[in-house]
């Protein structure tokens, strides 16, 4: 092997090994970086843990979420009783729907294109005809 070829093998490992301590110290800040953030975030838990042991002492056997959905099913029950009353079904609609979020997945809505154009979809909730009342 002549002596360039060789001088080009050992640039070439001096690159490599070069790239591999940028790498590796770059990993190691990153994981310090997340280190510390993590850290900063543990340190706001015992301010959550105080206000909900506030909440324990003056509210026993509170369930935030319980009771929302405790609400939401009596507003549920009134609309019921009301069907052509639009604010006392959204009421309901959006009662069940803030609980939803802590007891479901959430849905998203994706854009779908085809050949360059865009198919839109639409949902329509129709509040004036309710399953099972008379029909």
Same mark, same amino acid.
């Given at each position: 092997m002549s002596a360039v070829a060789e001088k080009d093998q050992v640039n070439h490992l001096e690159t490599r090994r070069k790239i591999t301590k940028e790498r590796e110290s770059a990993l190691r800040a990153r994981a310090s970086k997340e280190a510390s953030d993590a850290a900063t975030k543990t340190r706001k838990a015992p301010q959550k843990r105080a206000l909900l042991l506030l909440l324990e002492d003056r509210f026993p056997n509170y369930?935030?979420?319980?009771?929302?959905?405790?609400?939401?099913?009596? @507003?549920?029950? =009134?609309?019921?009783?009301?069907?052509?009353?639009? /604010?006392?079904?959204?009421?309901?609609? &959006?009662?069940?729907?803030k609980v939803a979020k802590y007891?479901?997945?959430? @849905?998203?809505? =994706?854009?779908?294109?085809?050949?360059?154009?865009? /198919?839109?979809?639409?949902?329509?909730? &129709?509040?004036?005809?309710?399953?099972?009342?008379g029909a």
């Amino acid at each position: 092997m002549s002596a360039v070829a060789e001088k080009d093998q050992v640039n070439h490992l001096e690159t490599r090994r070069k790239i591999t301590k940028e790498r590796e110290s770059a990993l190691r800040a990153r994981a310090s970086k997340e280190a510390s953030d993590a850290a900063t975030k543990t340190r706001k838990a015992p301010q959550k843990r105080a206000l909900l042991l506030l909440l324990e002492d003056r509210f026993p056997n509170y369930q935030p979420v319980l009771e929302m959905a405790s609400k939401a099913h009596r @507003l549920s029950e =009134i609309a019921d009783s009301r069907p052509n009353d639009s /604010i006392a079904q959204m009421d309901s609609v &959006n009662a069940h729907e803030k609980v939803a979020k802590y007891v479901t997945p959430q @849905l998203k809505a =994706i854009d779908l294109t085809s050949g360059g154009e865009q /198919i839109q979809f639409g949902f329509q909730l &129709n509040l004036a005809v309710v399953p099972g009342k008379g029909a």
